[in-house]
């Protein structure tokens, strides 16, 4: 079984030289020549430095499209009028499927209509060169985010391209993603992914790596989010990567999300090697948005809210487009600048709200419960301990896809808002946790007169969509006055 050891140097040669044989343009790696470029590269552009030097929220969008030229303009117009801080480059779903050929295929019909003909930039296909000509011609920096449970040529080119962040890992790019690949082996393809940024580390080109905090961007209880963090963060610490963003999505209560973003930074800082720097980014809401695109600039302002009294070091922006799909640059724009105004206006006041200690304190509690049982799985090791904990459903992940995962975990709201699990499975929670969640769903099944059952989860997927926090029976706050 895999274990949570270092890639030696020459295997790590070695699946390097094998993997750029996958596709024509991997030939163009070469990694001293490519340390030498990231050196050329100004101080502005150096995605570390300047997350991690940040004195307050940086805002970055998502974007891709497939052709080169237009997906410049995009990030220029998105860092010009949006006054985006950090931009994005996000990758087709062919190339996420390592099916380049396909990817070529969108990109020269891209070329030849001027349409976009893919759901987002193949770097893969465009190679070193391309992504070097968009890096220099951007002036922010840029991170690859993609949804790959095997990203190790697109990491590979796209380092050597000049990127110096990159998006993922082996549990949020396989269990909330995808159904076919085995736990196992992402976690070895992940290794070298981190093991490839810690070379560059270790040569003076600090790569980033951000694990993908929403999971399944519904209703996921921030423990199970926290400790997913943790793990992949501590699995990349071990490759020798040194910059970790750790993630998390808003669930939309604001004592909860607070909450949530300082535990995340206190157990990432607790949990992960003194050398690693732990900085954390905050995702706006990744659940269903309303149509209306009024209502939906107040689930994007509650996000830049929360985010002014969390203070993470990034937040990912949504617009008011996100029901319509893919949105315009000037749709992206405007929700960049939604959320940076109130950012800007909230962080000049002193916003204290009650509860946030005691729910913090929960949530360590519980996040610290997975941990433990990750580790007593692996005796100590994390890479086994997550494989086997996935398989006896002592982490697991709401409304997951993936085979590896038990997907027994079911979430609802409470009275409040906050996400609390209805449904345990054989979750590693102890008894003290889980009678405070089934005391406080109690409490909302009795305002509402009904009982607990599904039928309040399925309500609460729902309910940001249709307007609302907590998928009230017809809608309404039946609480009294």
């Not at 590979?156 to 949020?172: H, V």
Request: one cysteine or more.
């Amino acid at each position: 079984m895999i274990r949570d050891e270092r890639i030696p140097a020459e295997e790590l040669q070695r699946i390097d030289a094998a993997l750029r044989e996958n596709w024509p343009t991997g030939e163009a790696v070469d990694f001293d020549e490519a340390v030498e470029f990231h050196e050329s590269l100004p101080s502005a552009k150096r995605f570390a430095d300047v997350l991690e030097s940040a004195n307050r929220p940086l805002l970055q969008p998502r974007a891709g499209v497939p052709r080169l030229e237009d997906q410049i303009g995009l990030l220029e117009y998105l860092h010009s009028e949006g006054e985006a801080d950090l931009l994005p480059t996000t990758i087709d779903s062919y190339t996420r499927d390592n099916e380049y050929g396909k990817a070529q295929e969108g990109l020269e019909a891209a070329r030849e209509s001027g349409e976009d003909t893919l759901n987002g930039f193949p770097a893969v296909n465009h190679g070193v060169d391309g992504c070097r000509e968009l890096i220099e011609a951007v002036d922010a920096p840029i991170e690859v985010r993609h949804g790959t449970p095997d990203a190790r040529l697109l990491a590979a080119i796209t380092f050597a391209g000049g990127f110096q962040s990159f998006e993922g890992g082996p549990i949020s790019y396989n269990i909330p993603y995808t159904k076919r690949h085995n736990l196992a082996t992402t976690i070895e393809h992940w290794q070298f992914v981190d093991r490839l940024a810690g070379a560059y580390t270790e040569r003076g080109v600090r790569i980033n790596r951000e694990p993908f905090g929403p999971l399944t961007g519904t209703l996921v209880p921030p423990s199970i989010a926290i400790a997913v963090m943790v793990l992949e963060g501590l699995l990349a610490a071990t490759q020798g990567v040194r910059s970790l963003t750790l993630g998390y999505g808003q669930v939309g209560n604001v004592v909860q999300d607070v909450a949530a973003l300082r535990a995340l930074r206190s157990l990432g800082e607790e949990y992960l090697p003194n050398e690693v720097c732990v900085t954390t980014v905050f995702h706006e809401w990744m659940g269903g948005f309303p149509p209306d695109e009024a209502r939906a600039n107040g689930v994007i302002g509650l996000g830049g809210m929360t985010a002014a009294i969390a203070r993470p070091d990034k937040v990912i922006t949504k617009s008011p487009q996100e029901f319509q799909g893919v949105p315009t640059k000037e749709a992206n724009a405007a929700g960049l600048r939604t959320t940076r105004q109130i950012i800007d206006m909230a962080l000049e006041q002193d916003i204290d709200i009650d509860g946030i200690d005691e729910e913090q304190d929960l949530i360590e509690r519980e996040t610290r419960c997975l941990l433990e049982a990750v580790l007593e799985h692996g005796d100590g090791d994390v890479a086994r301990g997550t494989i086997r904990a996935f398989e006896s459903g002592a982490l697991d992940v709401p409304f997951a896809p993936s085979d590896s995962a038990r997907g027994a975990v079911l979430p609802a709201r409470d009275d409040d808002g906050r996400v609390r699990i209805l449904e345990f499975g054989d979750l590693a929670m102890s008894d003290e946790v889980k009678e405070i969640h089934a005391a406080r769903l109690a409490q909302r099944a009795e305002t509402e007169g009904r009982q607990q059952s599904f039928r309040m989860v399925a309500d609460d997927v729902d309910a940001i969509s249709d307007g609302r926090l907590i998928g009230r029976p017809n809608g309404g706050d039946t609480r009294a006055d």
